[in-house]
Nanobody
Framework: VQLQASGGGLVQAGGSLRLSCAASGGTFKTYTVGWFRQAPGKEREFVAA????????YYADSVEGRFTISRNNAKNTVYLEMNSLKPEDTAVYYCVADPLSTAQVMGVLGADSGSWGQGTLVTVSS
């Protein structure tokens, strides 16, 4: 499966953005999908993940309550709604799909074996 992330941009602190991860090829609707981010000079970190049937989602503590992950399997797209953005949310955001993982496993162990899309830059100004 090939992934294309979009929706990044510049936003003021306290604002909102919605990222999209569109998939092509493969049976996307059977994949767990997650979002990771990498800030300048820092390691990549987990943000959120959602199971193939939307029954399970998992969030990093740093975004719990502010970010919401969702998916529309008919459109082969996963979304990340980001509210109450903070300057520390500034990063390149990547989506990843893995048919063999779960949302929690992806959050705890990462997704090195998944299919990664290119990133989209989110910049939050103070």
């Amino acid at each position: 499966v090939q992934l294309q992330a979009s929706g990044g941009g510049l936003v003021q602190a306290g604002g909102s953005l919605r990222l999209s991860c569109a998939a092509s090829g493969g049976t996307f609707k059977t994949y767990t999908v997650g979002w990771f981010r990498q800030a300048p000079g820092k390691e990549r970190e987990f943000v959120a993940a959602i199971s193939w049937n939307r029954e399970n989602s998992y969030y990093a503590d740093s975004v719990e309550g502010r970010f919401t992950i969702s998916r529309n399997n008919a459109k082969n797209t996963v979304y990340l709604e980001m509210n109450s953005l903070k300057p520390e949310d500034t990063a390149v955001y990547y989506c990843v799909a893995d048919p063999l993982s779960t949302a929690q496993v992806m959050g705890v162990l990462g997704a090195d074996s998944g299919s990664w899309g290119q990133g989209t830059l989110v910049t939050v100004s103070s």
